[in-house]
């Protein structure tokens, strides 16, 4: 089978040296990449390092090479286009279709998805002329990745900065094996919520499960790279942060509440993929519970904590608002779910079965996506990213 062709499109930025490693990775993994940086770009990472990384002749102009055409067949044979970074004067040539250069020209004859990964400074970003080009490019159908905050260029910090070239190169992965440039949930903004709620007992203790948010991060990673606007709300999951995803970091039951009702107001679609704790200590203490000879071992009170999912789908913050719940079950599965689903009102609840082998920190999953409707979508066994794409198909399918 012939590998996957990517176009790496690398513009003017100090990112650019970021864009090493995601060549690198995308090289390593099977893919052959051709990479097409403009003329600034090379001031900051040199022709030879990408032709000697990518073991192709690299070329910035259309004037190489003329017999074979570069400036209409690279863009042509691609099955992906990925511009990292893309700076501000990137995405503003692309969304007027300027084509000056063989980047600019390649990213005018592809018809292969093209994704644009941002890196300037905030100011830049934030200004109206690159929020519409942004919104230009969008409309058209690429996926423009949420550039992430942290420290730029100098001494500033803000959001702007390249996101971690793992991630970007997920991104790619999930949009390569989707095979299309069908952003199907642009414009849309979407809530998830991952990991496990821990609830404190006292400075070093905590009632906590065993959730590892993978699914849920795997949730914010394919609708980010399905073109969403992504909040993930992350209880306590030691993964990285998604390309392209605003993530809130939170601990407990009753932070992980006020952070998704805070995202879900504008929100289209919500997903409670977190495994909440239905209890938390009535009392904490503030010093650490020592164990005494002297006085009884401690007795810890519980009290209940709101049902997120069962507040959001009886209040939908906008019509439409598709709801959606996990449950993880042990046994009577699809009977169990089926009143869960009625209990708590959602639209959609996905059913795991749970045991030896399956769900706890594992890569894969296995489960049966049940409808309010009466549906019944059977997922089988294999990547937590192959359910999640599953997920946003049948949102999807109910967003108005
Ligand atoms: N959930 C929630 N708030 C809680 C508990 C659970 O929003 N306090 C959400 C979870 O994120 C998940 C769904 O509800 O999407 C199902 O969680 P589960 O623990 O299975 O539901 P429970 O109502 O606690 O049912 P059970 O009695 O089986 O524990």
């Known amino acids: ?109 592809a018809r292969c998805p093209v994704v644009f990964a941002p890196a300037m400074h905030t100011e830049m970003w934030e200004h109206p002329a690159t929020q519409e080009n942004v919104a230009t490019l969008r409309r058209r159908g690429a996926i423009v990745i949420e550039p992430a905050v942290g420290r730029l260029t100098g001494v500033d910090t803000g959001k702007g900065r390249l996101p971690d070239p793992g991630e970007i190169f997920e991104v790619c992965r999930r949009v390569l094996a989707r095979g299309t440039a069908d952003a199907d949930l642009a414009g849309r903004h979407v809530v998830v919520s991952a990991g496990g709620t821990r609830e404190p007992i006292d400075p070093v203790r905590f009632l906590g499960n065993r959730s590892s948010g993978k699914q849920g991060y795997a949730l914010a990673r394919t609708a980010a790279a399905r073109g969403a606007r992504v909040t993930l709300v992350s209880a306590n999951a030691a993964l990285p942060d998604p390309a392209g995803v605003d993530v809130v970091h939170v601990g407990t039951a009753v932070q992980l509440r006020e952070a998704v009702l805070k995202a879900a107001a504008d929100a289209d679609a919500v997903v409670m993929a977190a495994a909440v704790a239905d209890f938390r200590p009535a009392e904490y203490a503030t010093g650490k519970i020592k164990k005494r000879d002297d006085k009884a071992d401690p007795t810890i009170t519980l009290v209940r904590n709101p049902d997120i999912l069962a507040e959001i789908s009886a209040d939908r913050a906008r019509p439409g608002q598709v709801v959606v719940g996990f449950a993880a079950e042990t046994d009577d599965v699809l009977a169990n779910g089926r009143t869960k689903l009625e209990r708590k009102g959602c639209d959609l609840l996905v059913v795991n079965e749970v045991g030896e082998r399956k769900t706890f920190g594992s890569e894969e999953n296995e489960a049966v996506v049940l409808g309010a409707d009466g549906s019944e979508t059977p997922v089988p066994y294999g990547p937590k990213e192959g359910l999640a794409d599953v997920v946003w198909d049948l949102v999807q399918e109910r967003l108005v």
């Open 1 to 109: 089978m012939d590998k996957p062709k990517v176009v790496l499109g690398v513009s003017g930025g100090i990112a650019a040296y970021k864009a090493c490693e995601l060549l690198r990775r995308l090289t390593e993994s099977g893919h052959d990449v051709r990479v097409v940086p403009t003329e600034s770009a090379l001031h900051f990472v040199g022709a030879a390092t990408w032709s000697a990384l990518s073991g192709h002749p690299v070329s910035t102009e259309v004037w190489s090479d003329v017999h074979e055409v570069p400036h209409v067949r690279i863009g042509q044979h691609a099955d992906l286009v990925i511009v990292a970074p893309a700076t501000a004067d990137m995405l503003a040539k692309a969304a007027h279709g300027l084509a000056d250069d063989l980047l600019t020209n390649t990213l005018l004859t």
